[in-house]
């Protein structure tokens, strides 16, 4: 006999318990979205107009194009971050890949105390290693170009994303391993026939909240390591519009709303292998 759904199971009143907490949530979640949005369509003149109305009356997007002209090189702003992050997911993974089949697959000494040095260092604030990274930069001779902004990206991204991915990978059954060993497959055959096509969503996972870190992470960087307009990115932009006697509130939100377009179509693109990544393995089978 089929067991009924778990969501039948809870009488009326717990579903509208669970349906207002989803709903508070969202709204908590969504209302400074919403807001920004709304500020965008407003005319700078009505921000500050008192009392303060929530929908706009003469709300347009006339900020969306007015927004070019204030700042004239906020494309490349927005190319710039979306090249860095694409550079710095595309090298993170592939430091990450085998360093976590290592981790999820062999057994060696000091294998533990070296996670654990990879969790240590995401307590670190950027703005603690500044310093340290500047000089370092500097000795590499890469300040004023995209390397000085793509090499703290991915050294500061590349332990969580092992932590992740050994994750995924330890879920993956060892009998797949053992049984392309007694066929004479190698450990690298093994993890770019067999691992690699079954981890793809746990990979992309990784692919996806490393291409986000890496877009947003991004401004305090461009500030130490670079004094170059063509090679700032988009955090740099924005705070373009924070001029000396006012900010242009509503060019502020919409450019922020165009800005992080390129990171939501790329969410949206790969939504489902998103949430098969997250949910694949959360129950051993």
Known sequence: MSQPALINRYRWYELVAIYAGIFVFLAFILAPFVEGFL??????????????????????????RTM???????????????????????????LVIPAAYAFARFKFRGSGALLGAFLAVNMFSGAVLLIPLFRLMRSFGVLNTYLAMIMPGVAFLIPSAIWLLRTYMMRIPRELDEAAFVDGASHFYTLRRV?????????TVVAITTFI???????????????????????????????????????LMAASFVGIAPAVVVIFLLQRYLVSGLTAGAVKQ
């Open 68 to 94: 070019w002209d204030s700042v004239p090189g906020f494309a490349r702003y927005i190319f710039n971050s979306f090249f860095i992050s694409t550079i710095v997911t595309a090298i993170v993974l592939i």
């Open 39 to 64: 500020v965008s369509l407003k005319p700078l003149g009505l921000l500050f107009s008192s009392p303060y109305k929530f929908w706009p009356e003469n709300g347009s997007f006339a900020a969306y």
């Open 195 to 203: 691992i690699l096509p079954i981890a793809m969503p746990g990979i």
């Open 213 to 251: 870190g890496a877009y947003a992470q991004q401004f305090i960087y461009a500030l130490t390591f670079n004094s170059k307009s063509e090679y700032m990115p988009l955090p740099v932009g924005l705070f373009a519009y924070f001029g000396r006697q006012e900010v242009i509130w509503n060019e």
